[in-house]
């Protein structure tokens, strides 16, 4: 970190400092052990039970490991939280901004013993909200002086932690069921996903696929990798489908098919395969480039929360406060296509996957995905996919 | 069981003076210990475990309940142990190296310790080689490793490939959370258990 950058670092968590009441120091890496907060400096423990340089090095390695934050105790029982202050855990001068003693000890309980012949004050308390609170405020400030790009952060961590949840989810129904199956249909509504520009909803999928991948493959790496192949050529035809070049999108597989070799850990291997999914959906569907984004985008989610219901053009307009014809205008404008047509490829997609995936009749089908009736639903069906719903059945999708 | 329910309580709300109270308070009742230990205890690491999941509560909170529980199992310890031990197998336990959560190894150990075994606890980062070493000067019929995180339990494949280098005759078992019987098989450990109860049922087995 640069000079001028570490002042102005060391004088925000002095501002920390001032606020929560609670000591904070700005430490550089070093393998031998670092600095640690004054505090430890005088604590009898030191030289004994804890050697502080290296107990709070740990608590560094750790917060390089979770996403840039980590709270621990102290061998004494006294909470110390560390925050990364850098955006490459690879720099060897990397800085880490360092909080605490806090006694976490409820309030009406003794609290953390002092050792015996310790001159110092005791450390404040603060209840496990306060230390959150503490901890966010840290993270954050670290996150600004390590030039950390917030919403790559954001994705880092959501991302992270959703994949490890989901291992966990994936590896009790295993235990719980005698086959595991990869969960094949995850995959189709996966693409649509994509092709409609569902940002959300495709990393929910995307990560339970992720997590079932790595069950079926007993962790091999390699296995995983050709899994994951899989995975971004299916994504890349499904941007395709959305709208997408089709040369850019392919030349881009080429790259994304290289750059998966050289994977180590599943945990980057996850991270970067969400980056590119997120890269896929944006080539579908760029919402910083148009007009009338915030409205269209909110139009949007309600009409893909609401398709398979009766939905009218009034009652989408409504949600948005703009008049039916305004509404109607933009969308013509700027999504190429009627809102009826929209809908219609919604519903047709959807009741796509039903087809496919499951027995039942027709005619539910077209209830179900929002149509009125059968004969309308055919019709429509027929002209966007160009065979009849049966057809399509029978030969699965295959023409 | 209300006393039961006060002790899951406490647990999860961090509070470890009072909860070696109410463990101490139950087995005076006459409750048993392994009772209290897996509806008093574990359950309530289950509730946070699901809290943490959802956002409900953070690292801070978890952090508490970890040491209300600790408190409580010192207090539960002794009784947990069976009264004139015979030994009857020795296990050598930790977790692996680059990973430093010990709530599950700890436990196990409990429960084999309750099964009437020697355990070696070599705690956490422990490498291949303080296993293999363990194992031979304690002459240990297993070794058992834990790992929490997917990025660790790899580090379970060198225990055992290097068992097998060496020639050391124990076998290796493999628990934790991100562990299945599939990684157990591929990685050719002798045995996965889902939780500390089954560990210290098939530790005994391999031991008789």
């Known amino acids: 970190m640069k000079d001028e950058l570490v002042k102005s670092a060391q004088e925000q968590l002095e501002h920390l400092a001032g606020a929560c009441g609670i000591g904070c120091t700005l430490a550089e890496f070093n393998v031998q052990g670092v600095m640690p907060p004054a505090f430890c400096l005088g604590c009898p423990m030191r030289g004994g039970a804890c050697r502080a340089e290296r107990t709070h090095l740990y608590g560094c390695y750790e917060a390089d490991r979770w996403q840039g934050q980590y709270i621990y105790y102290c061998p004494l029982g006294y909470i110390f939280i560390v925050a990364a202050f850098y955006d490459d855990v690879r720099d060897p001068y990397r800085r880490y901004g360092l909080a ?214 009034e009652e989408v307009a409504a949600q948005v406060y703009l008049s039916k014809s305004y509404l109607s205008k933009i969308f013509n404008d700027e999504m190429n296509c009627s809102f009826t047509n929209y809908i219609n490829s919604l519903r047709i997609e959807k009741s796509k996957t039903l087809l496919l995936d499951s027995s039942a009749d027709i005619i539910e089908i077209a209830l179900e995905v929002g149509f009125d009736d059968q004969s309308y639903f055919t019709k429509v069906f027929k002209k966007q996919v160009g065979v009849a719903p049966g057809r399509f059945r029978e030969t699965r999708g295959l023409i | 069981m209300e006393i039961l329910n006060e002790i899951s309580t406490l647990v999860q709300q961090g509070r470890a003076p009072k909860v070696k109270e109410a463990v101490a308070k139950a087995l005076d009742d006459g409750v048993d210990a392994k009772t209290i230990l897996e509806q008093g205890l574990l359950s309530a690491m289950s509730i946070v475990g699901v809290k943490f999941k959802n956002n409900e509560v953070f690292v801070p909170e978890v952090l508490i309940a970890a040491r209300a529980l600790n408190a409580a199992l010192e207090v539960l310890k002794p009784h947990l142990i069976a009264e004139g031990v015979e030994e009857k197998g020795t296990v050598v336990i930790g977790t692996v190296k680059g990973d430093l959560h010990d709530i599950g190894k700890n436990l196990v150990k409990m429960m084999m310790e309750g099964k009437g075994l020697k355990v070696v606890d070599l705690g956490v980062n422990v490498s291949p080689e303080q296993f293999i070493e363990a194992a031979k000067d304690n002459s240990a019929n297993i070794i058992a490793c834990s790992a929490l995180l997917t990025t660790t339990m790899n580090e379970m494949k060198n225990v055992v490939d290097l068992v097998k280098e060496s020639k050391v005759n124990v076998k290796v078992m493999v628990g934790g959370a991100p562990i299945t019987q599939m990684f157990c098989d591929t990685i050719g450990a002798d045995c996965y258990t889902p939780d500390a109860a089954s560990a210290a049922d098939a530790a005994l087995a391999f031991c008789s």
Request: avoid cysteine; glycine fraction near 6%; charge should be negative.
């Open chain 1, 100 to 313: 605490g003693p806090i006694d976490m000890s409820n309030a009406d309980e003794p609290g953390v013993a002092l050792p015996e012949g310790f001159a110092g004050a005791a450390p404040p308390r603060r209840n496990t909200t306060q230390v959150n609170d503490i901890a966010s405020l840290l993270t954050t400030l670290g996150r600004y002086f390590g030039r950390v790009d917030p919403q790559a952060a954001d994705d880092r961590d959501s991302g992270q932690a959703q994949l490890q949840n989901l291992l966990y989810e994936v590896s009790d129904e295993m235990r719980d069921s005698d086959e595991a199956s990869y969960p094949i249909s995850a995959e189709r509504e996966l693409m649509q996903m994509i092709s409609l520009g569902d940002k959300s909803g495709s990393q929910e999928l995307l990560n339970k696929l992720m997590g079932h991948i790595f069950f079926h493959s007993g962790a091999d790496l390699e296995v995983i990798k050709a899994r994951v192949i899989e995975l971004i050529v299916l994504l890349s035809r499904a941007s395709i489908d959305g709208g997408a070049d089709v040369d850019k999108i392919i030349w881009q597989n080429n790259t994304y098919i290289t750059d998966v070799q050289s994977f180590h850990s599943l945990e980057a291997l996850s991270s970067w395969l969400t980056q590119v999914m997120h890269r896929f959906i944006s080539y579908v569907f760029d919402f910083a480039e148009i007009k009338h984004a915030d409205v269209l985008y909110k139009a949007l989610k309600y009409i893909r929360q609401n398709y398979e219901k009766r939905l009218t053009l």
